[in-house]
């Protein structure tokens, strides 16, 4: 009889190894169209401007984030599957009172397995922790595999701006989307 062995997820604060496992890991998606985002209506009705599917890379920085692994007012998390890191949040507290998550990457083998769903778990108890009132964040209208996950743990639309990314390139469709969730008992357990 062959026992399988399921690997353990822990998730644990960004040590030495945090720019290692960023160079080694993979955290492309595909593009396949751009959303019309409408707020108020579930990310299944948006209407989708189709594109030639094309591979879209952010270029994660580990340098951007190392000073939050030191800092009171946010972190940096990695997701391990046994010894292998698989997924990172970086969650700070935001100007406006909010926790922010500034960056969730899973890498590409190991999606759809839940651990993005867990990094937001730990992200929630965070900001719990620190008696934030709810939790923000930002992805694109290009990125709808994160804006279905973001919908379905319960995030909502809280505003959207197409202008954000026209310095970068001015015939760009790609727009910021700001989803939030609000703690119903104001972050405080």
């Not at 094309?54 to 800092?71: P, T, V, W």
């Not at 930002?138 to 973001?150: D, G, S």
């Not at 970068?168 to 405080?188: N, R």
Request: overall charge negative; hydrophobic content about 40%; glycine content about 8%.
């Amino acid at each position: 009889m062959v026992t399988m062995v399921t690997p353990t997820l822990n998730i644990r604060v960004a040590d030495e190894c945090f720019e290692d496992y960023i160079l080694n890991s993979e955290f492309t998606f595909t593009v396949t169209g751009f959303a019309q985002v409408q707020i108020g209506t579930p990310v299944a009705q948006w209407r989708i401007e189709a594109v030639e599917p094309y591979l879209k890379n952010y270029n994660i920085d580990s340098d951007e984030f190392c000073n939050y692994r030191d800092g009171g007012d946010g972190t940096v998390l990695v997701a391990w599957l046994d010894e292998d890191p698989v997924g990172h949040i970086v969650i700070s507290k935001h100007w406006n009172g909010f926790a922010h998550i500034d960056e969730l990457a899973v890498d590409t083998f190991a999606r759809r397995s839940g651990i993005a769903r867990k990094l937001l778990d730990v992200a929630q108890f965070w900001s719990r922790k620190h008696h934030l009132p709810g939790i923000m964040l930002e992805t694109q209208n290009n990125n709808l595999a994160a804006c279905r996950l973001y919908e379905s743990y319960g995030f909502v639309v809280g505003g959207v701006d197409y202008l954000r990314y026209r310095a970068i390139d001015p015939a760009t469709q790609e727009a910021a989307i700001f989803w939030y969730l609000m703690l119903d008992d104001g972050g405080i357990r």
